[in-house]
């Protein structure tokens, strides 16, 4: 070969220096883009932090189910995580733990892997702290006072979700139709001493709205009844209520999915309130997506036609029957008392789906796993509200109220009378509120002493308080009455069989009422007394040898 074959004609180089040129501009031109990118995603940190987001999530790892959550918190959060090798009965033993552990001021998640007549693991108190929530909402930075702003953000930003095949979906690893179909196979759990047996209380209940073409989503209990029948309760001005009494009409049963063992996000979003019109599972999905950087996946059911999120543990598919009834309770409520025995409707169970070494996941019943679980959804309708009607600065529902009924507000007040307005506001917020406080911003609401103080010093009952009678609320409180009497409907609590649930009943009615805690605007008021401001930046543990808090 001369030595004129080996010359570029154009660049007057050997083809072995020409080809080693062409290799550096390109390692060049690779450097050069990641600096692009780099100082792409700076400036987008200040105008778009969600396509951050969505880059961070291709770039990196990012958690898509409940094994990724489990094992965020046991890389990230220790504390927040207790796994249990020692076998435990599903009846009263697993929830007994994590009672004990309550008593002592923890709050754990708790994995058992060893559970008695299941080769399943279960899991709990995946929501009892808000540090959970943080991480259910994949926002671990944001400190607990506002987690609402954080769960704010993420929401009213629907997103349609990704339909997948079975192949690429992890809840279909194992298919279970007709007689194969055996729910006591699953670690089902007896919570509470005087519970009516073993339940499903943490699963996801999906139905379809032909009415509004909508997806509906919401947590309910599931008593077990048989291998392949479920109970269903579902409160007479529920969705699922509405949905049941329409398809009982018409004598045709409704299809419904239960989704057990999911990211919490999927929970969490389940308890947003939403207009009745709009799409739960284009809801959620945005919410997954603000969040992570992608919607949701899901995948066709088996046996109903249905959609749910490919990445669960266990989808229980079937069909709520109509005018079928089993008496269904007493069981473990929210309100920390025994909802009393119904007559319920029943699911006719017609396939369950399952991963590979699945974990059923237990909502802890009548305990802060199940107050926390939907406490979101709650404060931040009640901040919606209220916030369109005065300058909102921060919402709380305390335990102390079950994270139900009791609603701290404090408020930027700028007019007279504006306090009341929002006390009226907040108790119309939802139908779960008892009684609101509303305060000055100056008012730490994370801070019951703070709150009291407010109460008594800053109110004249006879003008500050406002009591409404024969207002709407949930059958499951005990103090509720009827239209016609002014006492409590139930006085056995525990075993009568006082109505059934999902059809309109008399005894939904309760007395509200709220608080105007906040000092006037044109008259002068008594400043508390403090140190100067600086107090707050001062370092303790300059002045103390070992202080860490």
Not at 156 to 170: E, S
Not at 193 to 200: A, P, Q, R, S
Not at 420 to 436: I, Q, R, T
Not at 530 to 543: C, G, H, M, N, R
Request: net charge negative; charged share 25%.
């Amino acid at each position: 070969m001369s030595q004129s074959s080996l010359k570029n004609p154009i660049l007057g180089l050997n083809t072995l220096n020409y080809s080693m040129g062409v290799l550096y501009f390109l390692l060049w031109a690779m450097h050069l883009f990641k600096l692009i990118i780099f100082i792409l995603i700076l400036h987008q940190i200040f105008i778009n932090r969600y396509l951050v987001t969505f880059l961070y999530s291709i770039i990196f790892y990012m958690p898509r189910d409940l094994r990724d959550f489990i094992e965020n918190l046991s890389n990230n959060a220790p504390s927040e995580i207790v796994v249990i090798d020692k076998e435990v009965d599903p009846t009263w033993e697993a929830t007994s733990v994590a009672r004990k552990l309550q008593s002592e001021g923890e709050y754990p998640l708790l994995l058992f892997n060893n559970v008695l007549g299941s080769s399943h693991r279960l899991v709990t108190n995946v929501h009892a702290t808000r540090t959970k929530l943080a991480y259910g909402l994949e926002s671990p930075h944001i400190e607990p006072r506002k987690l609402l702003k954080r769960y704010i953000e993420l929401t009213n930003k629907p997103a349609k979700p990704i339909l997948i095949d079975n192949k690429d979906a992890p809840v279909k690893q194992n298919i279970k139709t007709g007689t194969d179909v055996d729910l006591t196979e699953l670690p089902l759990v007896q919570h509470n001493e005087l519970d009516n047996g073993l339940y499903i209380d943490a699963g996801i209940l999906w139905v379809f709205d032909e009415e509004t073409q909508t997806y509906n989503a919401g947590i309910y209990r599931h008593q077990l009844h048989e291998k392949n029948l479920l109970g269903v309760y579902a409160g007479a001005g529920q969705h699922l209520a509405h949905l049941m009494r329409n398809a009982e009409s018409t004598n045709k049963p409704l299809e419904v999915a239960i989704t057990v063992g999911t990211h919490p996000y999927i929970t969490i979003g389940s308890t947003t309130r939403i207009d009745r019109e709009a799409d739960e599972l284009d809801a959620i999905s945005g919410l997954i997506n603000e969040a992570v950087g992608e919607p949701m996946k899901t995948v066709q059911c088996e046996t109903v036609d249905l959609q749910v999120p490919a990445n669960s543990e266990f989808v229980i598919e079937g069909k709520i029957l109509p005018n079928v009834l089993r008496t269904e309770g007493p069981f473990g409520e929210y309100p920390w008392t025994y909802g009393p025995s119904r007559n319920n409707r029943v699911i006719e169970v017609t396939a369950i789906c399952h991963r590979n070494d699945p974990i059923h996941e237990t909502i802890f019943a009548a305990h802060p796993d199940h107050n926390l679980c939907g406490v979101l959804g709650v404060e931040r309708q009640l901040y919606e509200r209220v916030n369109r009607v005065s300058r909102v600065h921060e919402v709380r529902m305390p335990m102390h109220g079950c994270c139900r009924f009791t609603g701290f507000i404090s408020i930027n007040k700028e007019v007279d009378g504006e306090g009341k307005y929002a006390v009226l506001a907040g108790l119309a917020a939802d139908h779960f509120l008892k009684n609101v406080i509303v305060v000055d911003n100056d008012i730490d609401i994370f801070n019951d002493e703070e709150v009291l103080w407010a109460l008594w010093s800053r109110t004249h009952m006879d003008r500050d308080a406002v009591i409404i009678p024969h207002s709407f609320a949930d059958p499951l409180v005990p103090s509720t009455y009827t239209a016609d009497q002014l006492e409590t409907r139930r006085t056995n609590f525990d075993d009568e069989i006082v109505d059934v649930a999902y059809l309109p009943n008399p005894d939904t009615l309760d007395t509200k009422f709220g608080v105007n805690a906040t000092k006037p605007v044109t008259t002068q008021w008594p400043k508390r007394p403090e140190p100067p401001e600086a107090w707050k930046d001062i370092d303790l543990a300059s002045y103390i040898d070992g202080w860490t808090k």
